[in-house]
């Protein structure tokens, strides 16, 4: 069955240490974006990418940072920068031929920082 | 820019009765699209429907409709006859095409969370 999967589900950092989020598409979408959910706020955008080996900052890039070296692949990096790391990520896919393209997402990546 | 708002943070119904979620956009866009998704507990989120801003017309599918108003920037969802099955949070979105490359950049409400109890 062709979908988005994210993992691990659950991960468990120290504060300081970089953290990498994996997120992987079958479903032969040219474009990918990274989302932060957090209680009472909804869905933040990361950073997005239209093609292989480009990428966009979203709203809140700060501390983030991702690579786009495969067309499937779509990896964020939570850096030791980013001052409040502790949220619910989401990873989605979309074409970008129509204008109305729905984005289709994976099951997310809690991440918690003590 | 662009905002969406759902005010209603939390709502509980009994199962069997009606139930309609809010969400009330703002754009400069003369084109654009709107969205609903449904986040069970399990995280993921769902996409429901898809509507542009030249079409008003409602939408019915099963026991769900849509109401699109573009005079009120309103685009409401309402679940008819619910059932436990549709407790989850719900999100309003409303696109941004991207010119150069394409793709949807999303902006979200904050999310109803529905809860249909027996």
């Known amino acids: 069955d062709g979908g988005i999967t994210q993992s691990p589900k659950y991960l468990f950092r120290k504060e300081g240490q970089n953290v990498t989020l994996s997120c992987e598409q079958n479903l032969n979408h040219d474009a990918m974006y990274w989302y932060r959910q957090d209680p009472g706020q909804g869905l933040r955008l990361i950073y997005y990418?239209?093609?292989?080996?480009?990428?966009q900052k979203g709203d809140i890039a700060e501390g983030y940072s991702v690579s786009r070296e495969k067309k499937e692949s779509f990896p964020l990096t939570v850096t030791s920068a980013q001052k409040n790391p502790t949220a619910f990520y989401l990873c989605?896919?979309?074409?970008?031929?129509?204008?109305?393209?729905?984005?289709?997402f994976g099951n997310g990546t809690r991440l918690t920082v003590t | 820019a662009q905002k969406v708002t759902q005010a209603q943070t939390e709502i509980s119904v009994v199962e069997k009765e009606d139930v309609t979620l809010d969400c009330v956009y703002e754009?400069?866009?003369?084109?654009?699209?709107l969205f609903w998704y449904k986040q069970p507990p399990s995280g993921e989120l769902v996409f429901l429907i898809r509507r542009n801003s030249f079409d008003e017309q409602n939408e019915i599918s099963g026991r769900y409709s849509w109401n699109f108003q573009k005079s009120t920037s309103s685009f409401n969802f309402t679940i008819t006859a619910s059932q436990v099955v549709d407790s989850a949070v719900y999100f309003c979105a409303l696109s941004e095409w991207l010119l150069t490359g394409g793709g949807n950049k999303l902006t979200f409400g904050t999310g109803t969370q529905l809860k249909v109890e027996l």
């Open positions: 754009t400069r866009d003369t084109t654009y699209y």
């Open positions: 989605a896919s979309s074409t970008t031929g129509t204008e109305n393209s729905p984005l289709h």
């Open positions: 990418s239209q093609i292989v080996n480009d990428f």
